[in-house]
């Protein structure tokens, strides 16, 4: 079973900010969180990831709540382009990783 | 850098036939793996290696075998092809330091069984 829950999908207004909410409530503490995207049939493509503290790319934001038992995606000014599915994981280098069936998320224009 | 190369890109196999997927990475991962995707589902962890000459199975195991005799290469063999093995294959490698592991995947090998 995924260690994480995501909704299955969700929309968003092109330009606005897209929020991507994961719970994994039973993450251990030395498991990382990731987040990945699949855009139409094409290999995941990695995004971001963080432990504790909330971090920031040129993709994404990510939020983790300070009892780490959630996240949120954040993609500030969605476009067509973001149209994908997301995925959430939680794994360290010595655990398994597992995918589970992630947001599809779809950006209206 | 290349780096994660998959072929075939596609194959048709019939029932009982066996095949070799290849992966190669030119980054000099320590870690590959190998998962498979059914329609409309998510990715499902088959085998993985942390280096050379060590696997170990995640997942979905049954009816695949995998080696790892150099960093580069992370072969992975069907033997008696069923029709439930009809799925998108996808291989992808990392370096994993200090627990931090960002995958890279490759495009895919999309494997129809007849």
């Known amino acids: 079973d995924a260690k994480t829950t995501q909704p299955p999908s969700m929309d968003c207004a092109e330009g606005r900010a897209a929020n991507l909410p994961c719970n994994h409530s039973t993450i251990s503490g030395n498991e990382y969180v990731y987040w990945y995207r699949q855009i139409h049939s094409q290999g995941p493509q990695y995004i971001i990831h963080g432990l504790k503290n909330n971090e920031t790319n040129e993709m994404a934001s990510l939020i983790i709540t300070e009892d780490r038992k959630s996240s949120t995606l954040i993609l500030p000014h969605a476009t067509l382009r973001d149209t994908a599915v997301y995925y959430c994981i939680s794994h360290s280098s010595a655990s398994k990783i597992i995918f589970g069936s992630g947001t599809r998320l779809s950006i209206r224009p | 850098n290349a780096g994660v190369t998959q072929t075939p890109k596609f194959r048709i196999l019939k029932i009982g036939q066996s095949m070799t997927l290849q992966c190669t990475q030119d980054?000099?991962?320590?870690?590959m793996y190998w998962y498979r995707q059914d329609p409309g589902m998510g990715l499902k962890l088959i085998y993985y290696s942390v280096g050379a000459g060590i696997t170990d199975k995640g997942e979905v195991p049954n009816g695949y075998n995998v080696s790892r005799s150099t960093t580069e290469d992370f072969p992975l063999r069907l033997e008696l092809a069923a029709p439930s093995q009809t799925s998108v294959y996808f291989c992808?490698?990392?370096?994993?330091?200090?627990?931090?592991?960002?995958?890279?995947f490759g495009p895919g090998t999309r494997l129809t069984v007849l």
């Open positions: 992808a490698s990392s370096y994993e330091a200090g627990g931090i592991n960002e995958q890279f």
């Open positions: 980054m000099n991962h320590n870690y």
